[in-house]
């Protein structure tokens, strides 16, 4: 399944906890200070001047391809 906005973070984290990784990239202070964050994609990211698109293609792209459970 793809990861969208409405994608919760926790079952992001489940799937492939290295994905951590992409939301530290973009800055998102909730991942980057180690404070858990349980909403959604879309929820993270408000507030913070990131595009959102880009940041879903990102893990997109980095997630595992066999991995279809998200």
Known sequence: MKITSETPIED????DPALTKVFIEFGLPCLVCGEAFWGTVADLIQGHTIDINKILKTLNDKKPKTNEKI
């Not at 992001?12 to 799937?15: A, F, G, P, Y």
């Open 12 to 15: 992001i984290l489940k799937q």
